[in-house]
Each structure stands twice: as C-alpha cells, then as structure tokens.
C-alpha cells in the first residue's frame, strides 16, 4: 500500500471543529453555571417561583453549551442544526401544554 492510502480519507471537517482548549473553557463554564445552580438552592428567601424559573434558564444555558460543543452542532451546517433543533422545539411546547393543560406546570399553580 502506498502513502496515499495509509492514512483515513479526509473529509474536511478538520477545520470545523473545536480546540482542546475550547472544550477545555465550556467544560469550565458547564461547572460554574452547575455551582452557581447549586449555590441558587442555598440562598434563603429566594422566591419559589423565580428560584424555578432561574433554575430552568441556566439548565437552557448547559444544554445549548453541550448540543453545540460536544455534540458539534456549533460546526455543522445550518440544515443539521435546524433538524436538531426545529423538532427540539416542537416537543417542548408540547411538553409544556401538557403540563399546562394537566395543572403540572409549577409556575401557573397558586400558591
């Protein structure tokens, strides 16, 4: 075999992904959000329903970080990106008329 099939056939996508240090940084910020979820638990008189709302925007936050960086939607093109993302959001508003509709969700019931 010569050298030009020695190696695994590159299909470009050498560029369009991260650093170590990148996931080094978003593996840093995943566990200062995680810290700051933790430390929002602790916080006395905290309002319930802006504790859950906080609690549900920082969870957000993770989860874009990691379907962007570890699942590397932030390199894949714009078509792959609204495939994961177009149904993603369809199921979370399904989700949440659900829970609205059956009295689950927490911030619409009276305290």
């Known amino acids: 075999m010569d050298a030009s099939h020695s190696q695994?056939?590159?299909?470009?996508?050498e560029?369009?992904?991260a650093s170590v240090g990148t996931y080094i940084k978003?593996?840093?910020v995943l566990?200062?959000?995680?810290?700051?979820?933790?430390?929002?638990?602790?916080?006395?008189?905290?309002?319930p329903h802006f504790l859950v709302g906080f609690l549900i925007v920082m969870s957000i936050l993770k989860f874009a970080l990691v379907v962007?960086?570890?699942?590397?939607?932030y390199y894949d093109?714009?078509?792959?990106?609204?495939?994961?993302?177009?149904?993603?959001t369809i199921a979370c508003a399904i989700i949440l008329?659900?829970?609205?509709?059956?009295g689950s969700y927490i911030l619409l019931q009276r305290g």
């Open 77 to 88: 093109s714009k078509l792959l990106t609204a495939l994961f993302v177009g149904p993603l």
């Open 68 to 73: 962007a960086f570890f699942m590397h939607l």
């Open 15 to 17: 560029e369009g992904h």
């Open 8 to 13: 695994a056939p590159s299909h470009g996508h």
């Open 31 to 47: 566990a200062i959000v995680t810290a700051v979820e933790i430390g929002a638990l602790y916080i006395p008189g905290l309002p």
């Open 97 to 102: 008329a659900l829970m609205a509709l059956f």
């Open 26 to 28: 978003v593996a840093m």
